[in-house]
């Protein structure tokens, strides 16, 4: 039998037990807060908000550009605007990656951003920040759903190109490969099908999935995966040799609208890029497709999780790295 003092150190040790990892937890995900510009900036998502809007109006892609941009950035260091710095001193930017070059876009879009932010409160919002919150509002003025964006990252003092290189997933390898590029990121598979989703709106490059039209395997054939149909419309877009830059919606149907048809389209074997497709082929994860082209609110509702998942991974706070007063370098 133990007594009351045994007792009473037993129960102290089993708190501690609890509290520690949890200290690991707000380590890792540091002390992110919807209301973290609430005293010092109160104005920013409005500002953000009304900028991205009048971007989109004129050029409905830009949503699409500035979601992926967030995605850009969380896959690599984290969530800390590594994204944004140009080339310069000892830094060499990640806009020359294999995934960024002559593809991401948006840049001036947070430029401007920021802009006008620095000009009402100066040195208080991070471009990081800036960028998920552009990110959230690009996605609800597609029609998509909407969220409290966790705030208060910093931004980095450097940028890894060799990072983006590795870390983002290429569109031609197999679903283990780009599963594997999440979790490593401490995603899952949920993660990867219902993030995918995203490619609902915006462009690809024919050079992102030229090898499905034409010889997927090496044997001069098409996908088999690929209907026919839509694979001849791609043909006509896309020559066999030549127009790398020529643009082709990731979503054939409603493409500048945040909806479910980008997991319809999987079922009826129209995806455009080989990781859409094997979202569909692969037996872990088709049920999740399917069940998201029956039910667009519980696409929206993981949509959301996962977003805001995304956003926490490994964010600079308290004291670590800095808010940039331009997010194209770092502050001298
Ligand atoms: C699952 C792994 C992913 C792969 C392999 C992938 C790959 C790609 C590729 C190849 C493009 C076209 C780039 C080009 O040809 O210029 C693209 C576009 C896009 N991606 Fe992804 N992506 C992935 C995940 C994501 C995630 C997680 C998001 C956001 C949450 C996202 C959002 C977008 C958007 C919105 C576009 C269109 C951008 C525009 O029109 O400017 N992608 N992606």
Redesign the pocket.
Known sequence: MCNNNAMKKYTIFVSLLAIVPLCFVSKAYGQLSPGFYDNTCPNVQAIVRSTVINVIVQDP?MA??L??LH?LDCFVQGCDASLLLDSSGSIISEKGSKANKN?A?GFEVIDKIKDQVETICPGVVSCADILAIAARDSTSSLGGPSWLVNLGRRDSLEASLSGSNDNI???NTTFET?LSKFTSQGLDMVD?VA??G??T?????C??FRQRLYNQNGDGKPDATLDPLYGAGLRIQCPRSGGDQNLVN?DPVTPIQFDNFYYRNLVRSRGL?N?DQTLFTNQASWKLVEQYAGNKELFFDQFVIS?VKMGKLFPLTGSDGEIRRNCRRVNK
């Open positions: 892609r699409a550009s979601l992926r995605f593809s876009r997933p290429d569109p780009v990867l993030l995918s995203a490619h709106i915006g462009k690809a490059r050079s992102s990731l890029l990781s977003m």
